[in-house]
């Protein structure tokens, strides 16, 4: 079946559907995009510090023009749209097979639209470790852009890519990237989704992952009225790792929902799901995770954890944590916290001369700390607890 009649078979999502009971989906799928104000001047870029290739879209077009010579040391990076005349290419056996894999147990009907309607995005080739990070640009023009990016990667065994993700993207934006990871390869991805708050965006993350191969993804969410990331991730071969984490502070008319799954298909593998998210004002977060072990995935290490700081009482968060074992040799956990700030901390920070609004920050940026811990990259860390401070401090303000 291909991607079009996986779309009619599907439906579009509703919210009588289990996994969209928290999260609206109309706007994401109206025939009328609903508008989203560009932030005039641009922000500085993420990430500026790092010596990294740039690949810019525009309201999801690639702009070659801004765009870095596409060559690098191990890495073969060609467009959707030049691949799709090709009769043969590594990428025709992985374009949209992980999200045809993906629709069991949950369907993901936006997720196919994506795959059958998608005509740009980057397919990239990875042979070796990479000499520096491929950065992914989404810059946000037209107040009405409806943009729909679809990325394909590939690592052959042992080789090593830093992908970084950044941008608003578009006043509605469903993007889809499917990740092939050879044995002994690893993938670290770090996404930061913010800055043009009225925009809308749906993305999903599709990982297959071999033996020994490592998988690690975080992204920072600080702006966007909804956002709802759906990762899956398949370990397949044995003793593989898999991390998906992700920061969130949501302010006023905020929607934020992450909707994980990760499957346990070959023994000795582990996994780890972190999530923190602060909200204020009447912001609404949403944390759907799910821990399936298959039968003989044994001595399977699995964690996932969900956490919301909620900072009055207007804000909300919805956690539905799940596991599923059929292997009987395994460790698996999951938990789920909501909570205020620690008036004990925060009175002893007052105390050190620390006015409140500050020391309300500091204890935020204590609470997403584990989540940040999540990537590997030192001084990429640093660069997203900047980007988090810098909002608070706009925020303050």
Same mark, same amino acid.
């Given at each position: 079946?291909?991607?079009? &009649?996986?779309?009619?078979?599907?439906? /579009?999502?509703?919210?009588?559907?289990?996994?969209?009971?928290?999260?609206?989906?109309?706007?994401?799928?109206?025939?009328?995009?609903?508008?989203?104000?560009?932030?005039?001047?641009? &922000?500085?870029?993420?990430?500026?510090?790092?010596?990294?290739?740039?690949?810019?879209?525009?309201?999801?077009?690639?702009?070659?023009?801004? !765009?870095?010579?596409?060559? =690098?040391?191990?890495?073969?990076?060609?467009?959707?749209?030049?691949?799709?005349?090709?009769?043969?290419?590594?990428? !025709?056996?992985?374009?949209?097979?992980?999200?045809?894999?993906?629709?069991?147990?949950?369907?993901?009907? /936006?997720?196919?639209?994506?795959?059958?309607?998608?005509?740009?995005?980057?397919?990239?080739?990875?042979?070796?470790?990479?000499?520096?990070?491929?950065?992914?640009?989404?810059?946000?023009?037209?107040?009405?852009?409806?943009?729909?990016?679809?990325?394909?990667?590939?690592?052959?065994?042992?080789?090593?890519?830093?992908?970084?993700?950044?941008?608003?993207?578009?006043?509605?934006?469903?993007?889809?990237?499917?990740?092939?990871?050879?044995?002994?390869?690893?993938?670290?991805?770090?996404?930061?989704?913010?800055?043009?708050?009225?925009?809308?965006?749906?993305?999903?993350?599709?990982?297959?992952?071999?033996?020994?191969?490592?998988?690690?993804?975080?992204?920072?969410?600080?702006?966007?009225? =909804?956002?709802?990331?759906?990762?899956?991730?398949?370990?397949?071969?044995?003793?593989?790792?898999?991390?998906?984490?992700?920061?969130?502070?949501?302010?006023?008319?905020?929607?934020?929902?992450?909707?994980?799954?990760?499957?346990?298909?070959?023994?000795?593998?582990?996994?780890?799901?972190?999530?923190?998210?602060? /909200?204020?004002?009447?912001?609404?977060?949403?944390?759907?995770?799910?821990?399936?072990?298959?039968?003989?995935?044994?001595?399977?290490?699995?964690?996932?954890?969900?956490?919301?700081? =909620?900072?009055?009482?207007?804000?909300?968060?919805?956690?539905?944590?799940?596991?599923?074992?059929?292997?009987?040799?395994?460790?698996? !956990?999951?938990?789920?916290?909501?909570?205020?700030?620690?008036?004990?901390?925060?009175?002893?920070?007052?105390?050190?001369?620390?006015?409140?609004?500050?020391?309300?920050?500091?204890?935020?940026?204590?609470?997403?700390?584990?989540?940040?811990?999540?990537?590997?990259?030192?001084?990429?860390?640093?660069?997203?607890?900047?980007?988090?401070?810098?909002?608070?401090?706009?925020?303050?303000?």
């Amino acid at each position: 079946m291909d991607a079009r &009649e996986r779309v009619l078979a599907l439906g /579009l999502p509703g919210r009588r559907d289990e996994y969209w009971k928290y999260t609206r989906p109309e706007s994401l799928t109206d025939p009328e995009v609903a508008r989203a104000a560009v932030l005039v001047p641009y &922000e500085a870029t993420l990430f500026d510090s790092v010596d990294r290739l740039r690949i810019v879209f525009i309201d999801g077009v690639f702009a070659p023009d801004l !765009s870095d010579d596409l060559s =690098l040391s191990g890495v073969h990076v060609e467009r959707l749209c030049e691949v799709s005349r090709m009769d043969i290419h590594w990428a !025709s056996e992985l374009y949209g097979v992980l999200e045809a894999r993906s629709h069991s147990p949950i369907a993901r009907p /936006l997720a196919a639209l994506n795959t059958a309607y998608a005509t740009d995005g980057v397919m990239i080739h990875v042979t070796e470790k990479a000499t520096k990070p491929v950065n992914l640009m989404y810059l946000h023009r037209s107040e009405t852009s409806d943009a729909i990016l679809h990325h394909c990667v590939k690592l052959e065994e042992g080789a090593d890519l830093t992908l970084l993700e950044t941008g608003p993207a578009a006043a509605r934006f469903n993007k889809s990237m499917e990740i092939d990871i050879a044995d002994g390869a690893a993938f670290h991805h770090v996404r930061a989704q913010g800055r043009d708050h009225e925009r809308r965006a749906m993305t999903h993350t599709f990982a297959r992952l071999g033996r020994e191969s490592v998988f690690k993804s975080f992204t920072v969410t600080v702006n966007g009225v =909804l956002t709802r990331n759906e990762c899956v991730v398949e370990l397949v071969g044995p003793d593989a790792v898999a991390h998906v984490a992700g920061a969130v502070v949501g302010d006023g008319e905020f929607h934020h929902d992450d909707t994980v799954l990760v499957t346990h298909d070959a023994a000795g593998c582990r996994s780890r799901q972190v999530f923190k998210k602060v /909200l204020r004002n009447g912001a609404t977060g949403v944390f759907q995770g799910k821990i399936l072990v298959r039968p003989g995935a044994q001595k399977t290490d699995g964690y996932q954890i969900s956490q919301s700081l =909620l900072l009055d009482d207007d804000a909300q968060f919805y956690a539905k944590p799940e596991l599923e074992i059929y292997a009987d040799d395994v460790q698996c !956990s999951h938990g789920s916290t909501s909570g205020a700030i620690d008036e004990e901390a925060l009175y002893y920070l007052r105390s050190r001369g620390i006015p409140r609004t500050e020391a309300q920050d500091m204890l935020v940026l204590a609470f997403l700390a584990e989540a940040i811990d999540e990537i590997e990259d030192g001084a990429l860390a640093r660069d997203i607890v900047a980007a988090v401070e810098a909002w608070l401090g706009r925020r303050r303000g």
